[in-house]
């Protein structure tokens, strides 16, 4: 009863006043097709303490970041978290994972989020920042429906170098309204090939990401004149905000909204989570931008208060002019991000992330010298892939089991890219281990 509170004479009381006889006949108004038909085969229950054990037996057969180095992005980053950012964020004061639905009852929290907003902004070269979003993915999918509101148009176009996880979301999203998604490939620089525009007509938005999937820079400034030539919204992406230490801001570039993942900026990555979506936009589009907005102002003191200045939830304000169905922001991932930024500063930023690049082309190179081949000719940031002469999935077993995990094979997203494997360095990556790593390939 623990997890399950509700008796079976609590749920036939409940179904009485609903005028239900089964649970099941709640979800009557569900199509058939869209329901799960059958029993879910789960495993029989386990006490707590045998459970205990499950868990904790499945947690030794997996390797962790702590194990030695892991050299795998893909949205997902391992940087040094500093300490002053694990202390801050743990105060008593900060340690919420919710936005407060009375939000002028916590100055703090306002000022938290204040800050965060002014800093993203800041980061991307744009107007105005929202309050976070729950994760690069959904903030993705959440900036292509506000283009579409925006446009009103029905279509919208995707590089297919976007990350694959955030393409399954837009789908997701779109698919249950009248809306049409075309991919656009790439090239042989791995940069998104733009060519196929010319053909697309009423076209709402498109959506780019920089550095995309591979790793690649792309040309922002040239997308943005192609996009902006077709009447159609720029939208840019990200799933290493580190690259807007040393590139041109999105915002410089043109774009009209900007997205994100900003799980590198002072959280783990927690096997996947909690993320947290970054999201800002130009002044003209504010009100249509999901999420929250903070605001500054002033109390009838004449003392400096933050409010909230645009809620856009169905909970605030009418169904029909609602712009999100984001229940809440990742609050405390918001103010991590926060103090992580405020602790670096600009400069700080910025050699960390010259530091990324660095560490990446020095493995780049030696890759290249062992006799790996690149996959693609354009720029990079952290990531790049490459194609070995030989498989590469020996070696990479051979390097896990003495606790380095070495790039991830990515013929799972991209099938016409048979034998190709992503690898990434940050900061958190030694030249020893870059070294060893390169022992290994030239055995």
């Known amino acids: 009863m623990r997890y399950l509170p509700h008796t079976a004479e609590e749920i036939s009381d409940m179904l009485a006043v609903t005028g239900h006889k089964r649970l099941a006949d709640l979800f009557a108004h569900i199509p058939e097709t869209c329901r799960y038909q059958g029993e ?23 390797g962790t970041a702590a194990a030695r180095a892991v050299l795998v992005g893909a949205g997902s980053y391992f940087h040094h978290i500093p300490e002053i950012v694990k202390s801050l964020i743990g105060r008593s004061e900060f340690l919420t994972a919710y ?29 105005v920042a929202n309050a976070s979003m729950y994760d690069g993915a959904s903030a993705l999918a959440e900036a292509l429906l506000m283009a579409l509101r925006l446009s009103k148009k029905k279509k919208v176009a995707l590089s297919s170098a976007i990350h694959p996880h955030y393409r399954e979301v837009v789908r997701t999203y779109l698919a249950p309204g009248p809306y049409e998604i075309v991919e656009l490939g790439f090239g042989a620089d791995g940069r998104t090939d733009l060519s ?45 905000p580190f690259a807007y230490g040393i590139l041109r801001t999105p915002g410089s570039c043109g774009a009209d909204i900007v997205c994100g993942e900003g799980q590198s900026f002072g959280m783990a990555p927690s096997y996947g989570g909690a993320g947290l979506g970054m999201f800002a936009c130009r002044k003209d589009h504010v009100r249509s931008m999901p999420g929250r ?9 004449g003392k400096r208060g933050f409010v909230l200045t645009l809620s856009t939830r169905e909970q605030h304000i009418r169904r029909e002019k609602a712009t999100s169905n984001i229940c809440s922001n990742q609050g405390i991932c918001a103010m991590t991000a926060a103090a992580y930024m405020a602790s670096l500063g600009s400069t700080g930023l910025q050699k960390v992330a010259k ?62 890219l048979p034998g190709a494997w992503l690898f990434c ?10 070294d060893e ?7």
């Open 196 to 240: 196929a525009l010319t053909e697309i007509e009423a076209l709402a938005a498109v959506a780019i990401q920089s550095p995309n999937f591979f790793g690649v820079i792309e040309d922002l400034p040239a997308c943005g004149a192609a996009i902006h030539a077709r009447e159609a919204l720029f939208l840019t992406a990200f799933s290493e």
């Open 293 to 301: 907005v903070v605001g500054e102002t002033l109390d009838i003191e």
């Open 437 to 443: 790593l390169l022992d290994e390939v030239r055995r």
């Open 99 to 127: 936005t407060p639905y009375q939000p002028e009852m916590a100055q703090g929290t306002l000022q938290g989020i204040f800050e965060y907003q002014t800093l993203t902004a800041r980061l991307l070269g744009m107007d």
């Open 425 to 434: 360095v940050t900061e958190a990556v030694s030249r020893d281990i870059m």
């Open 40 to 62: 879910i085969d789960l495993p029989a229950p386990l006490s707590e303490w045998a459970l205990t054990r499950r868990l904790q037996g499945l947690g030794q057969d997996m």
């Open 355 to 416: 530091l990324n690049f660095d560490k990446a082309a020095y493995l780049k190179r030696g890759l290249q010298e062992a006799g790996a081949g690149l996959l693609f000719a354009g720029p990079t940031f952290n990531e790049f892939c490459v194609r070995f002469p030989n498989d590469f999935r020996p070696v990479r077993d051979s390097l896990l089991a003495r606790g380095i995990v070495a790039g991830i094979e990515i013929e799972r997203f991209y099938p016409e």
